[in-house]
């Protein structure tokens, strides 16, 4: 017999997961074109790696000074406190509102994990910033950079695994 949602909700939080409510906004030219937009955007949403079930509610559109502008409010179970990162850092959220658990035990090794995401973000970010405004040639030496740090990351984990 299927679960419900409850169940598999329950489940969830006990193995480390997270109910939540997150906000976010859209705007576009159009009504047609802002809820086409925030229909694409929760589907999405609801195919990224962490999430068990998402389930977005959204707003009538609102137009100001030609620019029409929907927020939405989607309710999603998340597996794990790096998944929930990940997802905030990469699609900013206007709004977080953490239903359940009420208390949240961590793990070192989760804690690092979800650090690790927001430091890889960060650093994905600053390095389109970067490349955009750089010559040719600082763009060649900034990759070098970037290939270095990629290999010292890499030698910091190997000597993690030996310890």
């Known amino acids: 017999m299927a679960k419900s949602v409850d169940e598999i909700t329950n489940e969830a939080i006990e193995d480390g997961g997270y109910l939540c409510l997150l906000y976010f906004d859209?705007?576009?030219?159009s009504e047609e074109a802002v809820k086409n937009i925030?229909?694409?955007?929760?589907?999405k949403l609801t195919k990224e790696d962490g999430v068990i079930y998402a389930l977005g509610d959204i707003d009538k559109p609102i137009v100001h000074d030609d620019l029409f502008s929907a927020s939405a409010e989607?309710?999603?179970?998340?597996?794990?406190?790096p998944s929930f990162t990940r997802i905030c850092a990469q699609y900013s959220p206007i709004g977080i509102e953490i239903?359940?658990?009420?208390?949240?035990?961590?793990?070192?090794?989760?804690?690092?994990?979800a650090l690790l995401s927001?430091?890889?973000?960060s650093s994905q970010f600053a390095s389109i910033l970067m490349q955009k405004g750089l010559t040719p040639e600082e763009?060649?030496?900034?990759?070098?950079?970037?290939?270095?740090?990629?290999?010292l990351?890499?030698?910091?984990?190997?000597r993690k695994k030996q310890k």
């Open 139 to 151: 763009n060649a030496l900034y990759s070098r950079k970037l290939e270095q740090r990629m290999a």
């Open 26 to 29: 859209m705007h576009a030219s």
């Open 153 to 158: 990351g890499k030698n910091l984990l190997e």
């Open 74 to 81: 989607v309710k999603m179970l998340i597996k794990d406190l």
């Open 99 to 113: 239903l359940r658990p009420h208390e949240v035990k961590l793990s070192l090794g989760e804690l690092q994990e």
């Open 38 to 43: 925030m229909v694409g955007f929760i589907a």
């Open 118 to 121: 927001v430091a890889q973000l």
